[in-house]
Every structure is written in structure tokens, then in C-alpha cells.
């Protein structure tokens, strides 16, 4: 069993930046894929970026390459989103999860557990 707990959103102007971390618990971080998903309001959780096991592999939604960065710290059960440049069509809940068996997996159904999101709004 993985808990994970988003934080590190907030509201924030067009062109800032924001650093999201979600802290899992329990001592198997390390065995797990990792992802950022976003639900905007009216849509459906989409894919945002996923980061390997060790760190060595991340994968990227096309819209995000380029001004969105993941990353973990496996020594503190935690992985980052760095969100640069940021949009008013990024405002959303963003959700980390984990996937024991698929690494940068663009859907949902691969991923085993998931955190309960933090908001993030951008305002133009």
C-alpha cells in the first residue's frame, strides 16, 4: 500500500513558475513508476509527465515538453513537478500517482495508486 500527498499548489500569474511535490509513504517508493496526471473543470484527467523507478527515464505530454520538469528523490519518498512558464489553460487539479508495473505509462487504468490533488490556477 502507497499513500501519496500532493502539495505546493496555489494561484499564481501567467509566466510563473510553481513546484509541486508529492510525498508517498512506506519504504517501497523506489519500487514504483511514478506520474503527473491534471483534470481540468469539465474534462478528463489527462496525462502530464512519469518518471521512472530510478529516475533515469521521464516521459512528457507533448503541450508540456520544454517548461514542465519531473523528478524524484528517492532517499525522501517524494517526487516533483517543476511547472515553468505557466499558462492560464494549465489551471487544474494535479494528481501524482504510482504504477508498480508500467513506467511512463500514459493511462490511467496502469497506475496503482493515487494521490488526492492539489489545485493549481493559473490567472492571464
Known amino acids: 500500500q502507497v499513500q501519496l500527498v500532493e502539495s505546493g499548489g496555489g494561484l499564481v500569474q501567467a509566466g510563473d513558475s510553481l513546484r509541486l511535490s508529492c510525498a508517498a509513504s512506506g519504504r517501497t517508493f523506489n519500487t514504483y513508476n511514478m506520474g503527473w496526471f491534471r483534470q481540468a473543470p469539465g474534462k478528463e484527467r489527462e496525462f502530464v509527465a512519469a518518471i521512472s523507478r530510478s529516475g533515469s527515464s521521464t516521459y512528457y505530454a507533448g503541450s508540456m515538453k520544454g517548461r514542465f520538469t519531473i523528478s524524484r528523490d528517492n532517499a525522501k519518498n517524494t517526487v516533483y513537478l517543476q511547472m515553468n512558464s505557466l499558462k492560464p489553460e494549465d489551471t487544474a487539479v494535479y494528481y501524482c500517482?504510482?504504477?508498480?508495473?508500467?513506467?511512463?505509462?500514459?493511462?490511467?487504468?496502469?497506475?496503482?495508486?493515487w494521490g488526492q490533488g492539489t489545485q493549481v490556477t493559473v490567472s492571464s
Open positions: 500517482a504510482a504504477s508498480l508495473h508500467y513506467s511512463g505509462s500514459y493511462y490511467l487504468y496502469e497506475y496503482d495508486y
